[in-house]
């Protein structure tokens, strides 16, 4: 309240002192420019309506000069320099409130800002605590499967062992799942960093090969590798980082054999071309629908068509960033008559 007091306090001030020097000296001497003031502390406290209000009097008590007290004939100078007194009354009152809205705008955008980054600490304080907690029962009920496997409990059959190695598989599906969602959420707050050394990709698609076998076996998928054009073990050798790509070809090998039907194979093709390494990883399944292949890198994104398998949407958005992270290309398309293949390129350095 004391605020709004001596804002229109120092109001009157003005105006009585500006309204004795116009109204005491002749019509020339144009003393309407220090209104100004007015109309800039009504912008800053009192308001848009305020403003208005006192621009409105200042004009007219500035052209009111021109006959009153009428002591000098009026001019054409005099009016053209009152005209120009109050055009810069109205400019500063219009500027005066275009930055008032300027202000209010950035504050809510500032507002908006401190929300959005709160929220998504938040968000990854949430994240970040939910992958904790689920990967400590997820390593325990592991173990504990592997015990029962070894025969530490007890003689089990063949029958047994053979749906305990599918619980194991199972859990340790859904562990990754939940080391993809950290990494994903991770990588979108902070950017994916690569500890990047030369690494040869046939040996690292060799090891993916036997890690994802037991997989493939259990649907029934033939795994093949390609090298170029030629039927011998070749080395392609590239700088980055082995660990983040061999999390790719997972993902997309995965894919492959979760797409494809029993009895079926998926291939995996490496070449050098045009100082690119490039992969391909190709399958017998049911293809991709045309509108779907731009959003299928897109996180979350899981498609509409008739694929025999679904997942979560994250594996290959966590590729794309790996590969996008490289300053390589990711990309997939369907294949004739039927399967899909996807394909990725990195830069090879000399």
Not at 17 to 41: D, H, M, N, R
Not at 166 to 178: A, D, G, W
Request: net charge positive; aromatic share 10%; proline share 4%.
């Amino acid at each position: 309240m004391n605020r709004w007091t001596h804002a229109h306090w120092f109001l009157v001030i003005i105006f009585l002192a500006v309204i004795a020097l116009e109204y005491s000296t002749p019509p020339p001497y144009i003393f309407g420019y220090l209104y100004i003031g007015a109309v800039l502390l009504a912008s800053m406290r009192l308001g848009q309506r305020a403003t208005l209000w006192v621009t409105g009097v200042a004009v007219c008590l500035t052209l009111m000069n021109l006959w009153i007290p009428g002591i000098e004939p009026i001019t054409l100078v005099t009016v053209a320099n009152r005209t120009v007194t109050v055009l810069a009354l109205i400019v500063t009152a219009w500027l005066s409130d275009r930055i008032q809205q300027y202000e209010a705008a950035m504050l809510r955008q500032q507002v908006q800002l401190a929300t959005q980054v709160q929220l998504a600490k938040v968000r990854e304080d949430f994240v970040s605590t939910l992958t904790h907690d689920l990967k400590t029962p997820l390593l325990g009920a592991i173990e504990t499967l592997k015990a029962f496997e070894g025969g530490q409990f007890g003689i089990i059959t063949h029958a047994q062992k053979r749906v305990i190695g599918i619980m194991i598989r199972s859990h340790r599906m859904t562990l990754q799942l939940v080391e993809t969602l950290m990494d994903v959420y991770r990588n979108d707050m902070e950017g994916l960093k690569l500890q990047r050394k030369p690494v040869n990709l046939t040996s690292l698609v060799e090891e993916v090969i036997v890690q994802l076998t037991p997989l493939a076996t259990s649907r029934q998928i033939h795994l093949y590798l390609h090298q170029g054009d030629s039927d011998f073990r070749q080395a392609y050798w590239i700088k980055a980082d082995a660990f983040q790509l061999q999390r790719v070809f997972n993902n997309l090998i995965t894919n492959a054999v979760n797409h494809s039907l029993r009895g079926q194979k998926v291939e995996i093709f490496i070449a050098f071309k045009h100082n690119l390494c490039q992969v391909k990883v190709l399958d017998e399944g049911q293809g991709i629908p045309e509108q779907e292949l731009p959003h299928l890198f897109d996180r979350f994104y899981q498609g509409h068509g008739d694929r025999q398998a679904k997942g979560t949407g994250l594996g290959l958005y966590l590729s794309r960033q790996i590969i996008e992270a490289h300053g390589g290309k990711i990309w997939a398309a369907s294949r004739s008559p039927q399967g899909a293949v996807f394909s990725f390129s990195l830069p090879v350095e000399p």
